[in-house]
C-alpha cells in the first residue's frame, strides 16, 4: 500500500508539472499582452511594465521563476486585483467554490444512490423507466439551461427562493445552484448505481447472503451497496473534472464570487499569475483526490491489492 | 485477400451461383488442419439449411433442418442483426427519429424560412419598431402570426432562423470534432495495442497521464489567449480544441479490440502474405474493431456538443455572427426574466438533442455490444 503511494506520487508531480508547464506555454505563444489591451503605450512605459513583471528576461529565467514559485507554493500578486496575491483570493473564493461542490456532491450521492438501487431492485418497473428517462435528461439538460429555468420558475415566478449572490454558508441562496450544479451528478451516479447493482444483485455471494436467511433489506444494505457502489467511487475521480466546468458556469449564473468565476475572469483579463495560481492549485487537488479514490477503492473493494 | 475488407468471421462464407453461401475453401484445407486430424469432410448447403451466423459451430450436413419447400433464410451478418435490436429498441428509435428531424431542419430550415418570411438568421428589421422581442406566433400588435413561431429576440431577429442556424454549427461541431477524436483515438489506441510491448506503455501511460488532468481548463486558457481574431478561426479553434481533449476513451476501446483481435488467424495470414504493419492495423483490425468505436463515437458527439455549447456560453466559443446553441442561450439568459423565450427554444432544442443522440447511443451499445449492455 505504502509502495503503491508513493508511485502514485511520483507519477503525480510530472503531472502537475505538465499542466502548469502547458498553460503557462499557452499563455506566453498568444499573440498580444496584458498590458496592450487599449490603446499603444509610449516605449519607455511600456519597457518599465516589461522590466517589473520580468518580461525582459529571456523565457527559460522566467519558466524557472514561476515554477520556484510554485514549488514555495506562493503566485505572487494578481495583476488585475493588485492589492491582493493569488494566495489571497484563492482563500476567499475557494469556500465558495468548496461549499456548492459539496452539497452538490452529497446531494447527488443520496438521490442518485437512492434512485439507482430501487431502480436496479425492481429492473424494468415503472420506477426504474422513469427514474433512468430522468437520469437520462439530468445527463443532456445542460446546467446554463436548468439553472436558469430553476431561477424563472422558483425565484421570478413563485418568489420562493432568491435567484443569486453568495450569501454565506446556511442560507436559501444555495439553493437552486447546488441543485443545479448536482443535476448532472446525480444521473451520473443513479446510472451507474443501477447498473453496479444489477451486476452484483445476479453474484453468487448474493445467493448466499439469501440462503442463510438474511432479510432483503439486510441483502440489500450489507451486501449488494458494499460491491454495488465501487463504480461509484471509481466516479468520484471524473466527477471533480466535471465540477470545475460546472462550478465555472454555475457560478457566472449565480454571481457567486467562487473559484470558476474567478478563473473565468481571470483568462478573459490575462490575469497569468492568477491562472497559473488557480491551475496549479486545481490540477493538485485533482491529483490528490484520484489518489484518495484509489486508496478509497481498495479499503471497499477487498479483492483489490497494491 | 489483403485487398478485401476483412469479414466479421473469421471464416468467411463465400456465395456460390445461387447466392447461397458455401463453407470457404480455406477451412477444408488439409495445410490448414493440425497435424492428424483428417479434414473435415466439406460441407454443402442444400434447400432447407438453415445458414448459420457462424459456420464455424454448424455440426455437419444440413445442421438445422426446415420444412421442406420453406424458404432459404439468407445469412444475417453482425451488422443486419445489430439493426434488428436497435430498431426493437422503442428509445433508441425516437432518438434516431429527432436527431434526424432537427438535423435535416437544420441543414434545409433556414433556406426555407428565407423563402416564406425573408428573414435570415441576421436580418434585423428595417422598422425601428420592430426591433424588439416579441413573444412567440406574434405579431406586433400583439394578434396571433406565424411568421415567428419561436418569436424574435432583442435585436428583431427571427429566433427559429436563429436556432436553425445555431443547429448547424453545433452539430458541425460536434461531427467534426467527434472525427477528429477518432482520428486521433483510432490510430493511437490501434497503434499500442498492436505493437505491444515498450510503445503500448508509452502510449498508454501518456494517455493515464492526460486522462487526470482537468483538461476543460486548458481548453478555457487556450480558446481565450488565441481566441478572438475572427469568428471562423474561433469556430476552428473549437474543432480542433475539443477533439483533441476527447480522444482518450477511444484510443483504449479500440486498443483493447485490437489486442483481442491481434492474434487471430486472418490476421496470422494477413502477416505471412507480407501485408505492412500499418496496412494491418488499418485495413484489417480497425475494420473488425468497429463496433465499439461506432458505439462510443456516438456518445462522443453529444458530449462534445455540451463542451461547446458550455465554452459557447461562457462567451468563449461561437461569436457573433454565427450561433449556436451555446451562444443562443448565453444571449437569452441575459433576458431572462422579460423575455424568456429567448432562452427557452435554443436551449430546449439542445437539450433534446442530446438526449436523443444519448438515447441512440445506449441503443446502439446494445444492439452492437450484447456483453456491453447495462440489461
Redesign the interface.
Known amino acids: 500500500m505504502f509502495r503503491f503511494i508513493v508511485r502514485r506520487l511520483i507519477v503525480t508531480v510530472p503531472m502537475v508539472l505538465i499542466v502548469i508547464t502547458l498553460t503557462w506555454g499557452l499563455i506566453r505563444l498568444a499573440p498580444g499582452n496584458f498590458y496592450s489591451t487599449d490603446k499603444k503605450l509610449p516605449p519607455a512605459i511600456e519597457k518599465n511594465i516589461r522590466a517589473k513583471y520580468g518580461l525582459d528576461q529571456p523565457w527559460y529565467v522566467q519558466y524557472g521563476r514561476m515554477m520556484g514559485n510554485i514549488v514555495r507554493l506562493d503566485f505572487g500578486n494578481s495583476l488585475k486585483y493588485e492589492t491582493e496575491t493569488v494566495n489571497d483570493i484563492l482563500k476567499r473564493t475557494l469556500p465558495v467554490s468548496a461549499t456548492l461542490g459539496v452539497l452538490a456532491y452529497l446531494i447527488a450521492l443520496v438521490v442518485g444512490i437512492l434512485f439507482g438501487t430501487l431502480a436496479a431492485l425492481k429492473p424494468n418497473s415503472k420506477l426504474d423507466y422513469v427514474s433512468m428517462a430522468l437520469a437520462m435528461l439530468g445527463i443532456s439538460l445542460p446546467n446554463f439551461v436548468l439553472g436558469p429555468i430553476l431561477v424563472l420558475l422558483f425565484s421570478l415566478s413563485l418568489y420562493w427562493l432568491p435567484p443569486a449572490r453568495w450569501n454565506g454558508f446556511p442560507s436559501w441562496n444555495l439553493v437552486l445552484p447546488v441543485l443545479t450544479l448536482s443535476a448532472i451528478y446525480m444521473a451520473y451516479i443513479a446510472r451507474l448505481t443501477r447498473a453496479g447493482m444489477l451486476e452484483v444483485l445476479r453474484s453468487d455471494y448474493i445467493r448466499t447472503a439469501r440462503a442463510k436467511g438474511l432479510s432483503e433489506r439486510q441483502v440489500v444494505m450489507r451486501h449488494a451497496l458494499r460491491g454495488g457502489l465501487l463504480p461509484v467511487i471509481s466516479f468520484t475521480g471524473p466527477a471533480l473534472a466535471i465540477l470545475i466546468t460546472g462550478t465555472v458556469v454555475v457560478e457566472k449564473i449565480f454571481a457567486m464570487p467562487g473559484l470558476g468565476n474567478y478563473f473565468l475572469n481571470a483568462n478573459l483579463n490575462r490575469d497569468e499569475p492568477l491562472i497559473i495560481g488557480i491551475v496549479a492549485f486545481i490540477s493538485i487537488t485533482v491529483l490528490i483526490f484520484n489518489l484518495l479514490v484509489d486508496i478509497a477503492y481498495a479499503y471497499v473493494d477487498p479483492r483489490i491489492r497494491y | 485477400m489483403s485487398e478485401e475488407r476483412t469479414p466479421q468471421v473469421p471464416t468467411e462464407q463465400v456465395p456460390n451461383e445461387e447466392g447461397r453461401p458455401t463453407r470457404a475453401v480455406a477451412d477444408s484445407d488439409p495445410a490448414l488442419t493440425p497435424r492428424g486430424t483428417p479434414p473435415a469432410p466439406p460441407v454443402r448447403p442444400r434447400a432447407g439449411d438453415e445458414i448459420h451466423a457462424f459456420p464455424e459451430t454448424a455440426v455437419g450436413e444440413g445442421d438445422v433442418r426446415v420444412p421442406e419447400g420453406a424458404q432459404v433464410v439468407a445469412g444475417t451478418s453482425l451488422w443486419k442483426d445489430a439493426w434488428k435490436r436497435l430498431l426493437k429498441n422503442r428509445l433508441a428509435v425516437f432518438g434516431m427519429i429527432v436527431v434526424a428531424i432537427i438535423a435535416f431542419a437544420s441543414v434545409l430550415g433556414p433556406g426555407i424560412i428565407k423563402r416564406a418570411t425573408g428573414f435570415e438568421y441576421d436580418t434585423i428589421p428595417a422598422d425601428s419598431n420592430l426591433v424588439r422581442s416579441f413573444p412567440p406566433l406574434t405579431a406586433p400588435d400583439g394578434s396571433f402570426s406565424w411568421t415567428h413561431p419561436m418569436g424574435t429576440d432583442s435585436a428583431g431577429r427571427d429566433i427559429l432562423a436563429r436556432v436553425l442556424q445555431g443547429g448547424r454549427i453545433s452539430l458541425a461541431v460536434g461531427l467534426i470534432s467527434t472525427l477528429v477524436s477518432l482520428i486521433i483515438g483510432i490510430t493511437w489506441g490501434a497503434t499500442a495495442g498492436y505493437l505491444g510491448g515498450k510503445v503500448d506503455d508509452l502510449l498508454m501511460r501518456i494517455v493515464d497521464?492526460l486522462y487526470?488532468?482537468?483538461?476543460?481548463?486548458?481548453v478555457?486558457?487556450?480558446l481565450?489567449?488565441?481566441g478572438g481574431q475572427s469568428p471562423l478561426y474561433q469556430i476552428f479553434l473549437l474543432f480542433a480544441a475539443l477533439g483533441a481533449v476527447s480522444w482518450l476513451t477511444m484510443a483504449r476501446i479500440v486498443r483493447g479490440q485490437v489486442i483481442s483481435l491481434k492474434n487471430q488467424e486472418f490476421v496470422l495470414a494477413a502477416r505471412a502474405t507480407g501485408v505492412s504493419t500499418p496496412k494491418i492495423i488499418f485495413r484489417h483490425l480497425v475494420p473488425n474493431a468497429l463496433g465499439p468505436v461506432i458505439v462510443y463515437a456516438t456518445l462522443t458527439i453529444?458530449s462534445v456538443m455540451?463542451?461547446e455549447?458550455?465554452l459557447s456560453?461562457?462567451?468563449?466559443g461561437v461569436q457573433a455572427p454565427y450561433s449556436s446553441w451555446?451562444s443562443l442561450?448565453?444571449e437569452?439568459?441575459q433576458n431572462?426574466?422579460i423575455f424568456?423565450w429567448q432562452?427557452?427554444f435554443p436551449?430546449?432544442t439542445?437539450?433534446l438533442t442530446?438526449?436523443s443522440l444519448?438515447?441512440l447511443g445506449?441503443g446502439l451499445r446494445d444492439a452492437l455490444d450484447p456483453q456491453m449492455r447495462?440489461?
Not at chain 2, 487526470?212 to 486548458?218: D, G, K, N, V
Open positions: 497521464v487526470a488532468i482537468p483538461y476543460m481548463m486548458i478555457i486558457v487556450l481565450a489567449f488565441f453529444p455540451l463542451s455549447a458550455f456560453f461562457l462567451g468563449l451555446g442561450s448565453s437569452g439568459i431572462i426574466a424568456p432562452l427557452i436551449g430546449v439542445m437539450a442530446l438526449f444519448n438515447f445506449d447495462k440489461f
